[in-house]
C-alpha cells in the first residue's frame, strides 16, 4: 500500500491539469502505478458554482461488485412545448428582421454618403469652371487693353512723323523758295 501510495503522489505531480480535467470527462481504468495496479477515477460532479463545474476525484481500486455505469449525469431535458417553439422562432424572425434593417440602414447611409460626395464634387467642379473662365475673361481684357494701347502709341507715333513729315516739307519748300 505504502509503494502504492508513493507511486500514486509521483503520478500525481506528472498529470497535468487537463489531462485531470480530460478525466473527469472520460472516466477510463488506467494504470497509474508503475508496476501495472490499474485504479479507477470516479468523477461526481458538485453543484455549480459561479466559477464553473465544480467535480470532486474519486480514485479506488475498481471492485468486482460495482457494475454501476459511472458517466456524468446529464442535466434534465426540458419539455419543449408548441409555444416555447413558436416563441422562438418569433425572436429569430425579430432578429432576422433587425438585422436586414440594419444592413438596409447602412446601405442608405453608404448611399446619401456616395451622394453627398459627388454632389461635393460637382460643386467643387463648377467652381473651379467660373473661376477658369473668369480667369480667361480678365485675361483676355488685359489682352485687348494691352493690344489698344499699342495701337494707340503706334497711332500716336504715326501722326507725330507725319507732323514731323509736314514740317520737314514746309522747311524744304520755303527754303527752295529763299534760293529760287
Do not use: W
Not at 70 to 91: Q, T
Not at 102 to 123: C, G, N, S, T, Y
Request: with cysteine; aromatic share 4%.
Amino acid at each position: 500500500v505504502t509503494l502504492f501510495l508513493q507511486s500514486y503522489k509521483e503520478k500525481m505531480k506528472e498529470l497535468s491539469v487537463l489531462s485531470l480535467i480530460c478525466s473527469c470527462f472520460y472516466p477510463e481504468i488506467k494504470p497509474i502505478a508503475p508496476h501495472g495496479c490499474f485504479v479507477y477515477m470516479e468523477v461526481k460532479a458538485i453543484n455549480k458554482r459561479r466559477s464553473g463545474q465544480a467535480f470532486e476525484v474519486i480514485l479506488k481500486p475498481p471492485s468486482p461488485v460495482s457494475d454501476v455505469a459511472h458517466n456524468l449525469p446529464s442535466p434534465p431535458k426540458r419539455d419543449i412545448s408548441l409555444e416555447d417553439i413558436e416563441k422562438k422562432l418569433e425572436a429569430a424572425e425579430d432578429r432576422r428582421k433587425y438585422q436586414e434593417a440594419q444592413v438596409l440602414r447602412a446601405l442608405a447611409e453608404k448611399r446619401d454618403h456616395e451622394r453627398e460626395v459627388l454632389l461635393k464634387a460637382m460643386e467643387e467642379n463648377s467652381n473651379f469652371s467660373k473661376m477658369a473662365e473668369e480667369k480667361l475673361q480678365m485675361k483676355m481684357d488685359q489682352i485687348k487693353e494691352n493690344r489698344d494701347a499699342h495701337l494707340a502709341a503706334m497711332i500716336e507715333r504715326l501722326q507725330e512723323k507725319e507732323i514731323h513729315a509736314a514740317l520737314v516739307r514746309k522747311n524744304k519748300e520755303l527754303r527752295e523758295e529763299l534760293t529760287a
